[in-house]
């Protein structure tokens, strides 16, 4: 077994955090061929990593592995990291922005003249406000939108990485129901690390005042004035 695992083509496990890359970039929005590449990796990739899954949770971790934390952080062995990322369907389109209201269409004069122009005017306040909250909606969709590539495309990367390893040879060697020798807990440990690492939150709580409902507040009455009836100015 430790033939299998010999320095020169053993893993490395770095810490990784997204690939680098920035959120909100737009990047993965237009680079989903790499986030289909889980797609076909996933078949070998659930295979390998239910292995680890097993080994982890029969073998446990050598003590100080940095996997540890991991799964105390996220709850969730690699197999279901995997099974998240690839559940995950960033939405190809933002949702659309309506246009501001235009001015008044008519000229009214008459009675009716002053409560239209204050019932106009309060409807184009509410719709400038819908208007901010829709760009909002459109930009916090694009964040979500760049997360799942991101992950999925990270995910991508870790599982072909893990695929080509000499731990998943030693996993895939290792006896389904022997002794689980150190040299594969240690394989088992490296390569739940090298997946999980690519795990990263979205958290929308920087979103909640900029997506909070808006009423509408009708705009007070002018006063009443007498007759009755209307002409308009065309």
Do not use: C, K
Request: net charge negative; proline share 10%.
């Amino acid at each position: 077994m430790a033939d299998l695992l010999q320095p020169a083509t053993r893993l490395s496990v770095p810490e990784v955090a997204h690939g680098g890359r920035a959120l909100g970039s737009g990047r993965h929005r237009m680079d989903r061929r790499q986030s289909a590449v889980l797609d076909r990796l996933l078949v070998s990739g659930r295979d390998l990593l239910t292995r680890v899954d097993r080994v982890l949770t029969d073998g446990g971790a050598p003590a100080d592995h940095p996997v540890l934390p991991l799964i105390t952080r996220w709850r969730v062995l690699p197999g279901g990291a995997l099974e998240f990322a690839a559940a995950l369907r960033p939405p190809l389109t933002a949702p659309p922005v309506p246009a501001a209201l235009p001015d008044a269409p008519v000229e009214w004069a008459g009675p009716a003249s002053a409560v239209f122009g204050a019932h106009w005017a309060g409807l184009r306040a509410h719709q400038e406000t819908l208007v901010t909250r829709a760009e909002a909606t459109a930009e916090y969709a694009t964040q979500v939108s760049d997360w799942m590539f991101a992950l999925r495309s990270d995910m991508a990367d870790a599982v072909a990485a893990a695929l080509g390893s000499a731990e998943a040879v030693a996993i895939r060697t290792a006896l389904p129901d022997g002794f689980v020798a150190p040299e594969v807990v240690r394989a088992a440990a490296d390569l739940g690390h090298l997946v999980l690492a690519v795990v990263t939150p979205f958290d929308p709580a920087a979103w909640t005042a900029s997506l909070s409902e808006s009423p509408y507040l009708p705009a007070d009455r002018p006063p009443s004035a007498p007759g009755r009836g209307f002409t308009i100015n065309t």
